[in-house]
């Protein structure tokens, strides 16, 4: 592996820190007035205009679409970066610093898997009515996985139901944490049910393309996260009643869910691993400047020995987080995602929970500031928490990682199943 980046990845990192360092950091006061406002004004779920007139500036400056790969911009016939798992990793660090930011670039969760799902998957017709308006920016999506009355780590457990009924499928089912499904402009979601109940475990599950105005659609509650609502993003409770979609609207063909899933979810766990860590140095960049501007009992925060101790651990332990994740996208490129499964399997581990710690130690240094919204560390600590479900939780990625551990040293090959889980 080789560890320095591409040329090009360095242009686009290098263009990418200015225009944050020009327009991102200088508007996320305004973000914040704006989302007040519209609270207060009952309309929390409106698009923020702070973030829409940033993304013409984004596109003028080349900046837009930086996540499309090079095979899904070539199936799909629309153009995007054209970057590798390897060059994208360090562009969706930057961007994780502020975590509305991704949407800025168009770059943002569940958005960029949903497109890279409809590239791989949909239909020439569904690449035109869903892709093309998702890559420029006019619509947004949903991805409907997860539900509340199983437990969803286990895809398999999944209960809607989409059935086929001549030239329809029919779809009967209750979700949860569905990101983005509140939104105004989410037009689409690609819902995950079971086509077929009696067919082997793998092979009933089934993705089909929802359009978001059809009858029989409900959305029910919005979810907040440690008490935060994530408006005008945020997580939905929903159901789907005799909700029906042409027959053409299924991605890939039934009992193709699963392979659709981890198609989807391999990428997508490193641009979730990348932003963490872009946002545990933004929270040691705070911690460090917080330290050096206080004094407690004589001396600086940051003379204190246990700061002194927690910044070095944060700094070893965001380096190391990074380096692994860098080695799956490396992975991923030269030998795809199921050679890369115990790398990506071992990054959603180590990234989520590197964050949460740093974050602590960065708020635990802001006294009663970090536990308030003065400073950016509260809710930044409640989304990274959060991540430790998305995509999969803790305990199922460390029990396939044992697993494929175990694995070598068994009489016989151990197959071992990736976990297929909800994709914020």
């Given at each position: 592996?080789?560890?320095?980046?591409?040329?090009?990845?360095?242009d686009?990192q290098?263009?990418l820190?200015?225009?944050?360092?020009?327009?991102?950091?200088?508007?996320?006061?305004?973000?914040?007035?704006?989302?007040?406002?519209?609270?207060?004004?009952?309309?929390?779920?409106?698009?923020?205009?702070?973030?829409?007139?940033?993304?013409?500036?984004?596109?003028?400056?080349?900046?837009?679409?930086?996540?499309?790969?090079?095979?899904?911009?070539?199936?799909?016939?629309?153009?995007?970066?054209?970057?590798?798992?390897?060059?994208?990793?360090?562009?969706?660090?930057?961007?994780?610093?502020?975590?509305?930011?991704?949407?800025?670039?168009?770059?943002s969760?569940?958005?960029t898997?949903?497109?890279?799902?409809?590239?791989?998957?949909?239909?020439?017709?569904?690449r035109?009515?869903?892709?093309?308006?998702?890559?420029?920016?006019?619509?947004?999506?949903?991805?409907?996985?997860t539900?509340?009355?199983?437990?969803?780590?286990?895809?398999?457990?999944?209960?809607?139901?989409?059935?086929?009924?001549?030239?329809?499928?029919?779809?009967?089912?209750?979700?949860?944490?569905?990101?983005?499904?509140?939104?105004?402009?989410?037009?689409?979601y690609?819902?995950?049910?079971?086509?077929?109940?009696?067919?082997?475990?793998?092979?009933?599950?089934?993705?089909?393309?929802v359009?978001?105005?059809?009858k029989?659609?409900?959305?029910?509650?919005?979810?907040?996260?440690?008490?935060?609502?994530?408006?005008?993003?945020?997580?939905?409770?929903?159901?789907?009643?005799?909700?029906?979609?042409?027959?053409?609207?299924?991605?890939?063909?039934?009992?193709?869910?699963?392979?659709?899933?981890?198609?989807?979810?391999g990428?997508?766990?490193?641009?979730?691993?990348?932003?963490?860590?872009?946002l545990?140095?933004?929270?040691?960049?705070?911690?460090?400047?917080?330290?050096?501007?206080?004094?407690?009992?004589?001396?600086t925060?940051?003379?204190?020995?246990?700061?002194?101790?927690r910044?070095?651990?944060?700094?070893?332990?965001?380096d190391?987080?990074?380096?692994?994740?860098?080695?799956?996208?490396?992975?991923?490129?030269?030998?795809g995602?199921?050679?890369?499964?115990?790398?990506?399997?071992?990054?959603?581990?180590?990234?989520?929970?590197?964050?949460?710690?740093v974050?602590?130690?960065?708020?635990q240094?802001?006294?009663?500031?970090?536990?308030?919204?003065?400073?950016?560390?509260?809710?930044?600590?409640?989304?990274?928490?959060?991540?430790?479900?998305?995509?999969?939780?803790?305990?199922?990625?460390?029990?396939?990682?044992?697993?494929?551990?175990?694995?070598?040293?068994?009489?016989?090959?151990?197959?071992?199943?990736?976990?297929?889980?909800?994709?914020?």
């Open positions: 592996m080789d560890f320095d980046y591409s040329p090009k990845t360095k686009l290098a263009r820190k200015q225009f944050m360092a020009d327009y991102i950091y200088p508007s996320e006061d305004a973000y914040k007035a704006e989302l007040a406002a519209n609270t207060a004004a009952g309309k929390r779920w409106s698009a923020l205009q702070t973030i829409e007139n940033l993304k013409p500036k984004a596109q003028a400056a080349g900046l837009w679409n930086l996540f499309l790969p090079v095979d899904s911009a070539a199936a799909s016939g629309y153009e995007g970066a054209g970057l590798t798992n390897q060059e994208y990793a360090p562009l969706a660090e930057i961007m994780g610093a502020v975590p509305w930011s991704s949407e800025v670039f168009n770059c969760a569940p958005d898997g949903n497109m890279e799902t409809i590239a791989r998957y949909g239909s020439p017709e569904n035109e009515r869903w892709l093309k308006p998702l890559l420029e920016g006019k619509i947004r999506s949903a991805f409907a996985m539900e509340p009355d199983v437990a969803s780590s286990d895809a398999t457990n999944i209960e809607t139901r989409i059935e086929r009924h001549g030239d329809e499928y029919v779809i009967n089912g209750r979700k949860w944490w569905i990101s983005g499904a509140a939104d105004p402009r989410c037009a689409v690609i819902t995950m049910g079971k086509t077929d109940p009696d067919a082997p475990r793998h092979s009933q599950q089934s993705m089909v393309l359009p978001a105005d059809t029989g659609i409900n959305i029910i509650r919005p979810l907040n996260v440690m008490g935060y609502d994530d408006a005008p993003h945020g997580h939905v409770e929903m159901t789907f009643e005799n909700v029906r979609v042409p027959a053409s609207n299924i991605l890939l063909g039934e009992g193709r869910g699963f392979e659709i899933a981890q198609g989807r979810l990428p997508g766990r490193i641009h979730h691993c990348m932003r963490l860590i872009g545990a140095e933004r929270a040691l960049e705070l911690m460090c400047r917080r330290a050096s501007a206080r004094t407690a009992f004589g001396k925060v940051a003379q204190q020995t246990v700061t002194q101790e910044i070095a651990e944060a700094r070893c332990k965001i190391m987080a990074r380096l692994l994740t860098l080695k799956a996208a490396w992975m991923m490129d030269v030998a995602n199921k050679v890369a499964k115990t790398e990506i399997a071992m990054i959603k581990v180590v990234a989520p929970s590197m964050a949460c710690q974050i602590d130690w960065a708020m240094v802001h006294g009663g500031g970090g536990m308030c919204d003065d400073f950016p560390l509260a809710s930044a600590y409640a989304h990274a928490r959060t991540l430790r479900f998305a995509d999969g939780p803790d305990e199922v990625h460390r029990n396939a990682i044992a697993k494929l551990e175990l694995g070598k040293y068994a009489p016989r090959p151990v197959e071992v199943e990736m976990p297929i889980t909800r994709g914020c």
